[in-house]
């Protein structure tokens, strides 16, 4: 079993940053990749940015170039910067870590870009 607990979330103007964290415990050598989604209103959730155990990167299109993805493996944390954040960023932000048997999903830390 993996336990992920994200935090950072909270409200910025537009053009402003913030880092989220994803605190990962349980089963953590059992991780291969962890990732970051998001869910804006009435939308569906999609993929942010993903990092894999060797540090391997991708990323949405509408975030590359203001959002790194980074992962502490001896903390067992992961981590995503964001800067220059739009409205449309706003949004419930997800971490999630994969193993071969499971995705283990957080309970999602809320991002608001609003003037």
């Known amino acids: 079993q993996v336990q992920v607990v994200e935090s950072g979330g909270g409200l910025v103007q537009p053009g402003g940053s913030l880092r989220l964290s994803c605190a990962a415990s349980?089963?953590?050598?059992?991780?291969?990749?962890m990732g970051w989604y998001r869910q804006a209103p009435g939308k569906q959730r999609e993929l942010v940015a993903a990092?894999?155990?060797?540090?391997?990167?991708n990323y949405a299109d509408s975030v590359k170039g203001r959002f790194t993805i980074s992962r502490d493996n001896a903390k067992n944390t992961m981590y995503l910067q964001m800067n220059s954040l739009e409205p449309e960023d706003t949004a419930v932000y997800y971490c999630v870590a994969t193993t071969r048997v499971a995705n283990y999903w957080g309970q999602g830390t809320q991002v608001t870009v609003s003037s």
């Open positions: 990092i894999t155990s060797g540090g391997s990167t």
């Open positions: 349980g089963s953590m050598f059992n991780i291969s990749d």
